[in-house]
């Protein structure tokens, strides 16, 4: 890439070479900027390794870790990582062709700010035509201003941070973990300052089913059930907060009115459509867990799918 890089992408890896090649080409028109960085690929265990993705831009180094879950292959990463600024995305994101230019500028006028989390879009398969899946994920799915400015933390999808602010904290928490959630709470707690970047953007595709959507809630339900869970009061409370998730469509419709994230009435509807589905699932896998209190058992499912 020549030179010291300003900047270490890191990307962790399983089973996605064709996104992760349509990531690395995305990244590679970067460079049109002249900011000078390196790419780090973490593979995660995959069938096959990404061999191609060393070869396909330049300055990617392909690594290997063993440790299952994202946060432990973001951690080797940011290990290896040589430049005083550490980018995360997703291997089946595209970065904007102007993401890391947005992130520098950020990061060398503002030497107060730690860290900083940037906007989550989705790439619709025919934007023309948006599913009820895409249209709610569109709204509901990266609420990334929502996290970085009430929730103090960044979605690792597309986040940067100072690389010595990053090994002082520590690193991420394995794959038993929310570990965006936890380790940007865990920064914040000890003073450091997020920032949320709105014109750093990246797309990434949309659930291509229901079940697939069910899947990824079912990982934060069982999260937050086990953080509940022995608290005093913690089953009433929980049962107060499944009924809240079923009754809550009806309080969503003014924001579906009003969000600039679809345009159609169309779309609109679909996104009610698909939220009062999610939502009712959401509340009837809030209650089986209070019934037969498997949060653990709730996330082994879910490795195991997303292995």
């Not at 002249?34 to 191609?52: C, H, K, L, T, W």
């Not at 430049?83 to 970065?95: R, T």
């Not at 579906?256 to 009837?284: K, P």
């Not at 209650?287 to 653990?296: F, K, S, T, Y």
Request: aromatic share 8%; charged share 25%; glycine share 8%.
């Amino acid at each position: 890439m020549g030179g010291q890089p300003r900047v270490s992408v890191i990307i962790p890896h399983l089973n996605e070479p064709d996104d992760l090649r349509r990531c690395l080409l995305a990244l590679d028109a970067q460079r049109v900027h002249g900011i000078a960085f390196e790419i780090i690929v973490v593979d995660n265990g995959s069938r096959q390794m990404p061999s191609f993705a060393a070869t396909l831009v330049p300055g990617v180094r392909l690594m290997r870790e063993a440790i299952p879950g994202p946060g432990p292959a973001r951690n080797l990463g940011a290990a290896l990582a040589e430049a005083p600024l550490l980018a995360f995305i997703d291997a089946d994101c595209i970065a904007a062709p102007d993401w890391l230019a947005v992130i520098v500028e950020c990061f060398e006028k503002n030497r107060g700010v730690d860290f900083a989390g940037g906007d989550i879009r989705i790439l619709p398969a025919d934007p023309e035509r948006l599913t009820s899946i895409e249209a709610y994920e569109a709204i509901y799915s990266y609420r990334t201003q929502l996290y970085v400015e009430q929730y103090g933390f960044a979605a690792t999808g597309n986040m940067a941070v100072r690389t010595e602010v990053f090994r002082s904290i520590g690193p991420f928490g394995g794959i038993g973990t929310m570990e965006d959630t936890e380790w940007g709470q865990r920064a914040t707690a000890l003073g450091c300052q997020i920032a949320y970047l709105p014109d750093a953007r990246v797309y990434t595709p949309s659930c291509r089913s229901f079940a697939e959507l069910a899947r990824r809630w079912d990982r934060h339900i069982a999260h937050e059930f086990g953080e509940i869970r022995g608290r005093r009061f913690w089953l009433a409370r929980w049962l107060g907060k499944s009924a809240l998730m079923a009754a809550s469509p009806l309080g969503e419709t003014i924001r579906i009115l009003r969000t600039d994230r679809v345009y159609s009435w169309r779309e609109r509807a679909l996104a009610l459509g698909c939220l009062t589905r999610i939502r009712l699932y959401r509340a009837t896998r809030m209650l089986e867990l209070a019934r037969h209190d498997n949060a653990a058992g709730m996330i082994d499912i879910w490795n195991r799918e997303n292995r």
